[in-house]
């Protein structure tokens, strides 16, 4: 029976998790502390530099297309890296810090120079307090959720999804991504998507992918995400190399591990410095930096 309540709330992020690992996915997902309630996340640079540059360039939505280019990029990046300066973006020093900022501003300027869709028309998903989301199947009470980077207007009314890179390394082929974000505007939207784009902004390359087939993005993703259900109703949420063994420093994956860690540091099983606290993030969860 669908209840927003009760549902299992899916994105691309958390089915990565569980991909990834299913013990991750608890971990970061589901496992809250018991002395105050909250669930745990860990910052690192790379995330920093990824959620600084995309708040300088999906901020510009907000404004007309014929303005949007007056922005000062450069400061609003500044602005932006403010709030991941220091440990708190994960950056154990300042010179590590300064090798990611620097790679940030080389992102900016590359807008600058050539906006590409950016100074186009665009339209935004709805959404109130939660990112876009809708029933992917009201029989298994499953909620898709999911904020598409950039929706190009394109003349013929229709759409083009574009998704902003930051990082190194393309994203791989099979990954949910595009099925998902293909999924959230078919339902949420009445235009048709005929067009999807990763622009990898340190190269300032733009890879046009082909659209996924409408029913096979909803079996690949219904798929996971009742795997996820499942899970989370046995509760069985192993790592695939083994659960952690603190005893013996075994088991675990490059996924679980880190958050294997600052469970042991909660405990005051672990002091050899390789687990910070940095407080509270903005979605009530304790955020930590693992070496």
Known sequence: MADKYTAVWVSHSSMGDFLK?????????????PATGRKMSIV???MSLGIAVHEVLEGLGEYPSNE????????????EWEKVTGIKGGFETPE???????RGKEMINTVIKDPKFLVNKRIKLPKEKMNPNYYLSEDENIILNGQVDWLEYLPDDTLHIIDFKTGKHEEKDGSLQ?????????????????KASYW?????????????????????????ALRVKAARKSGEFACPSGNYDSGTNTGGCFSCRPYEKILLWKKGSLDDGSVTSIGIGGFNQDMFVVK
């Not at 690992?21 to 502390?33: A, G, T, V």
């Not at 595009?178 to 005929?194: E, M």
């Not at 340190?202 to 996971?224: C, G, I, M, S």
Request: charge should be negative; include cysteine; charged fraction near 30%.
């Open 68 to 79: 949007r280019m007056n922005r000062d990029l450069r400061a609003l990046f500044e602005a």
């Open 44 to 46: 690192s640079p790379h």
């Open 178 to 194: 595009l099925p998902i974000y293909l999924l959230l505007c078919n339902a949420l939207q009445k235009r048709k998507v005929t």
């Open 21 to 33: 690992c299913p013990r991750s996915y608890y971990l970061h997902n589901m496992y809250k502390d």
């Open 96 to 102: 590590m810090e300064e090798q990611f900022k620097m």
């Open 200 to 224: 990898y902004l340190e190269e300032n390359k733009v890879v046009e992918k082909e659209l996924p087939d409408a029913e096979t993005a909803y079996r690949d993703v219904l798929e996971v």
